[in-house]
């Protein structure tokens, strides 16, 4: 997708336009299901497993599509069938709207406190829809996402505060996207803490505590079957899109235009070439799937999309490393630690901003 | 015919409310017609008044001395918009009330509750309409009553509540008294000069009286309204007051009242841009109640009380904008005025229709009531949805302009307040996340979660009911997606002039309200087609729900939210102040009961009733004014 555009600054002609609009929503889609596979992957070979071919995401969404819906007898059934749409939709708007500032520089439906708030809607519509299928299970799921939202959403509006004060009050995501607070000490910190709190939104371990398949047997997704278990896998697949775009567009200064031209483009078709054909020819070699992994991880990087990859692999990172907090831990994590390291980094900001020091 | 258009409002409702007072209870059908008819003449006036505009009238009743009482009604923008809403809402609690209190038994106190219903809308068309602070008082005493009379009609220990409330109220009116003569002194230096009509004071801040009178001011606003540190009277008489009661006076009319006087003295009657520290105060009280009441709210375990803690945390978000001084800020605490009395008083309802409904308003006891009552189940969800700021209903998009009024106020003014921006915005934003986790919990314990056994038989209330509540909740979305052509361009811009003079003009950020709704709704409607279809080949099946093949009891199966936050309310240092919180330590109520207490045992300690030790007082007593007097001479 990042290849459609040409760089910064430029005005989309009106064809460029109608191609971004029909090409966004289905564009997502699929750059969700490639990053889960290559969460997949990566976690895979993390653990030296061969890990699941490319398809194996969107074969899993399909497979589900076709499966039979089981619906708990005391579940109230319109908010279990409606919960897992809110929550698609409401994620798909969100990246349409990065998207958007992101590839085309313009701002569009909301600023950055609309795209906050439309980042609680999956959060949201996963607890509205555990709680109505009538699961201890799942309400204890429900219990423990709240509680983790709660948790995250404090440490979120500080990094959030810290932007506002590096970029000066701007609220349009456009102007955000223009500045890089990363390259300073507090906005590195509010930037780190942002990545832990992305990481428990997405649900990855540490923080995967609502779905806990070992202890609550996947807790809030526990009565979901067929269609609308593929629903939610979707759903989390696009939010593998948004929320890391909302962390470029916040912290590392938005899309820096991509170098698809000339030697770039020959480099990236040979690149495509190496992924595609180690894709078909390996086997299952371990080498050949490093290779097109890594391939693949190139033509994105040079498609501009470097820092989307850049934060994906750090979530991997920390999911694959860690192991799961309790809820209460998680909490202390965010309400204690998290938050002390921002009112750090909100101090350091205004000193920087009041003494006009960048790098503050 | 012009002036008594200002008349009727205010008089009719409290004539006819006080005669109805004093009526036997027999005639309730009488008195409900009566008060149906004459709420609707009120609204009915309300959208005239509204619409047409100013116009004045004076009644010259008394004249003490120096101090002139005179009945001088006025048609301000802000009184105006005010009465649109409290009229709206008189009328359609009124007719929730038609089919809720229709109990039938001598404890209906139909008399009582609906001439408190007429006085509190005649009190408060009186409030908003005089222009004259001693009329205003006198109207202000008027509701302050009816709410007493209106929380006595409760259950059991109403009249403890409606004591509680009528105390503290009671002395902030006290306050409100000293603050009216304090103004009433400093408004001329001339005494024949002095002048209690609203529009024509305007005090600067700069000396000690004009700050102690608009202290005195400030604490019966806020009082009113249940802010910080003096809101323990709403809470409490949510535990015991009629559902409908609160949803009329705390949830609605109080706020607007309060807020009114509030936006009165803040913007008209003092002059407190240059005092830095009044306007720091606000800052601080509106911050802290967003965030305190809001985390003791959480851990409720009775739907009302909960609800009544809420009433409390959003008065917060509305002393906030209104804090920080910014066009944009103002208009966001007004449009938070309006939101809040909005869905808060849909939550009463609802909260009433399920009280009312399963005998209970304990959220322990209830749960899985989404299937029997759907239509309660929707406006509720909405309503909670609305408070919590979920794009796209109405209390998103009040929060944001005054997230937004932050932030202006930052990058605009200079000073603490301004300096301090970053708490104001945490406080707000923070405090609309555990809104959302206090409503998640109140959603799943009352409608979704498993159904009670002993609930199997509840039905959904009749349609007098439902469309009260559904008027309302039909509001928060329309008030949420069309919030730039309706509310803030037809109600609320127009009257910020007359509050914050003539730079009266803002720019909102980006939220394309109606655009994300459709999306969203286009999104969700092709799924539910593609879900329909998916359907024709009838792949969904009815299933018990999944115990991992343990047989287990429905009732043992329940989670309640109750015991949802445990993990917050137990944490090191947050658990030793719910302790002291359910223990009345903070509630200033309690501890000045406990002081006068405390008075009286040391008095009761000095009358023993016996001679020698009264003869020592006297002794005593002689000596020191002997010595005094020689000290003088």
């Not at chain 1, 460029?16 to 997502?28: D, K, Q, R």
């Not at chain 1, 299901?33 to 995401?57: D, E, F, N, T």
């Not at chain 2, 921006?421 to 009352?446: D, N, Q, R, Y």
């Amino acid at each position: 997708m990042g290849a459609v555009f040409e760089g910064k600054g430029k005005e989309m002609s009106t064809s460029m336009t109608i191609l971004f609009w029909i090409l966004v929503v289905p564009g997502t889609i699929v750059l969700g299901l490639i990053a889960s596979w290559i969460v997949r992957k990566v976690s895979a070979l993390v653990q030296w497993r061969l890990g699941p071919p490319l398809m194996q995401p969107a074969y899993d969404v399909l497979k589900l599509m076709g499966k039979e819906i089981l619906v708990p007898q005391e579940a109230n059934r319109t908010v279990f069938l409606l919960a897992p749409l809110v929550g698609l939709v409401g994620v798909i708007l969100l990246t349409v709207i990065l998207c958007s500032v992101l590839l085309a520089q313009k701002t569009f439906v909301g600023d950055v406190i609309v795209a906050i708030y439309l980042m609680v809607l999956p959060s949201l519509a996963l607890i509205l829809g555990g709680s109505a299928s009538a699961s201890p299970h799942a309400s204890i799921g429900t219990a423990r996402e709240m509680k983790l939202v709660m948790g995250y959403e404090l440490p979120l509006v500080l990094a959030f505060i810290v932007v506002l004060i590096k970029t000066g009050g701007q609220l349009s995501l456009d102007s955000i996207s223009q500045q890089a607070p990363v390259f300073s000490i507090s906005g590195m910190l509010a930037f780190l803490v942002a990545l832990l709190c992305v990481q428990a939104k997405l649900g990855f371990v540490p923080f995967d505590i609502a779905e806990a398949e070992t202890e609550l047997g996947s807790g809030i997704l526990m009565e979901y079957s067929g269609a609308l278990l593929g629903l939610w896998k979707l759903m989390h697949a696009v939010m593998l899109v948004a929320l890391p775009f909302f962390l470029v567009t916040l912290f590392l200064g938005g899309y820096t235009g991509n170098y698809l031209s000339g030697t770039g483009l020959i480099v990236a078709i040979v690149l495509l070439l190496i992924f595609v054909g180690g894709r078909l020819l390996a086997g299952r070699s371990k080498f050949m799937d490093v290779l097109a992994l890594l391939s693949f991880i190139g033509v994105c990087i040079l498609a501009g999309l470097g820092k989307y990859v850049l934060i994906l692999v750090l979530l991997i990172l920390i999911k694959n490393t860690n192991p799961r907090l309790r809820i209460d831990q998680a909490m202390k994590f965010f309400w204690g630690y998290c938050t002390i390291i921002l009112f750090a980094a909100i101090i350091l900001a205004s000193l920087g901003c009041y003494y006009e020091i960048s790098w503050l | 015919m012009e002036k008594s258009i200002l008349c009727i409002p205010v008089f009719l409702p409290l004539i006819i409310g006080f005669v109805m007072l004093l009526l036997p209870n027999r005639l309730s059908s009488l008195f409900r017609v009566l008060t149906l008819i004459i709420s609707v003449i009120t609204f009915v006036l309300g959208i005239i008044i509204f619409t047409s505009g100013g116009t004045n009238v004076t009644w010259s009743i008394v004249q003490l001395g120096e101090i002139k009482l005179e009945l001088l009604l006025t048609a301000t923008p802000l009184g105006n918009f005010m009465l649109l809403f409290a009229m709206g809402f008189g009328l359609l609690i009124t007719l929730y009330s038609l089919k809720s209190r229709s109990l039938g038994d001598d404890r209906d106190n139909a008399n009582i509750y609906y001439g408190a219903t007429l006085l509190t809308i005649g009190g408060s068309a009186g409030i908003l309409l005089s222009n004259h602070l001693l009329a205003l008082l006198i109207f202000w005493e008027i509701v302050t009553v009816s709410l007493y009379l209106l929380i006595s009609t409760g259950k059991d220990n109403s009249n403890f509540a409606a004591t509680k409330s009528f105390a503290m109220i009671g002395a902030s009116d006290a306050a409100f008294m000293l603050g009216v003569f304090l103004v009433w002194v400093c408004s001329n230096e001339n005494i024949a000069e002095r002048t209690l009509v609203i529009s024509s004071i305007s005090l600067p801040t700069d000396s000690v009286l004009p700050v102690i009178a608009f202290l005195l001011l400030l604490l019966a606003a806020i009082t009113k309204a249940g802010a910080m540190p003096l809101h323990t009277w709403v809470p409490t008489s949510g535990e015991y007051a009629p559902a409908s009661v609160m949803a009329l006076l705390p949830a609605a009319i109080d706020k607007l009242l309060g807020i009114y006087l509030l936006l009165i003295i803040v913007k008209k009657i003092f002059i407190i841009e240059t005092a830095a520290t009044l306007n720091l105060l606000l800052a601080i009280i509106g911050a802290a109640t967003i965030i305190i009441a809001v985390m003791i709210a959480m851990v409720q375990h009775n739907l009302k009380k909960l609800l009544s803690y809420h009433a409390v945390s959003q008065v917060g978000y509305m002393i906030l904008g209104i804090a920080t001084g910014t066009p944009i800020g103002i208009a966001g605490g007004i449009f938070h005025l309006v939101n809040n009395a909005i869905y808060k008083s849909c939550l009463f309802l609802c909260g009433g229709a399920v009280e009312q409904q399963t005998g209970t308003a304990d959220l322990e006891e209830l749960g899985g009531l989404g299937k029997k009552m759907p239509w309660t189940f929707a406006t509720c969800l909405i309503a909670a949805l609305s408070i919590s700021g979920i794009p796209p209903f109405n209390g998103f998009v009040s929060k944001w302009m005054i997230y937004q009024g932050v932030i202006d106020m930052a990058s605009g003014q200079a000073g603490t307040i301004a300096g301090l921006w970053p708490v104001w915005l945490v406080a707000a934003m923070f405090g609309s996340a555990l809104t959302l986790a206090s409503f998640v919990k109140l959603i799943h314990s009352m409608f979704l979660s498993r159904l009670p056994s002993g609930l199997k038989n509840t039905r959904e209330v009749s349609a007098l009911q439902i469309i009260p509540m559904a008027i309302l909740a039909a509001l928060c979305v329309i008030f949420g997606i069309f919030y730039s052509q309706v509310p803030l361009q037809k109600l609320i811009n127009p009257l910020l002039p007359s509050l914050v003079g003539e730079n009266a003009e803002y720019k909102l950020s980006l939220w394309n309200a109606g655009l994300a709704t459709v999306l969203i709704a286009a999104g969700i409607g092709i799924g539910v087609l593609i879900w329909l279809i998916g359907r024709l080949s009838d792949k969904i099946r009815i299933v018990p729900t999944w115990t991992c093949g343990e047989i287990q009891e429905n009732d043992k199966m329940i989670v309640p939210g109750t015991h949802f936050y445990k993990t917050v309310s137990s944490m090191d240092g947050l658990k030793q102040l719910y302790t002291g919180q359910s223990k009345g330590y903070f509630d200033i109520y309690d501890q000045g009961g406990r002081l006068a207490m405390a008075l009286t045992g040391f008095l009761r300690w000095l009358h023993s009733g016996m001679l020698p030790m009264y003869l020592t007082w006297l002794t005593l007593g002689l000596l020191i004014v002997l010595f005094v007097v020689c000290g003088i001479l």
